[in-house]
């Protein structure tokens, strides 16, 4: 049994580093104004830009990483290890 080309993924179902970064830098970023213009203090900002950045990368990661693609995206259920 051969799958048929529409069965075949068009995108990864996981994210790429880029994406990851992308994602948390802008939550990184968000918070950042949100801190600044609520508090007016640099250290603070910076520190909890810091943190945000690093939790939000750990939690994109994680989160992308447990991502299980439905049967559609992957041809046939058969392909699919079972546990």
């Known amino acids: 049994m051969t799958s048929s080309p529409s069965n075949t993924p068009q995108k990864p179902s996981k994210l790429t580093p880029k994406e990851l970064l992308t994602g948390s830098a802008l939550m990184a970023v968000f918070a950042g104004i949100v801190l600044i213009i ?7 900002t910076l520190i909890a830009v810091g943190i945000v950045f690093v939790v939000g990368l750990a939690l994109m990661a994680f989160l992308s990483r447990n991502i299980i693609p439905n049967s559609r995206d992957i041809g046939a259920s058969e392909h699919v290890p079972h546990r």
């Open 38 to 44: 609520s508090t007016r203090d640099w250290v603070l």
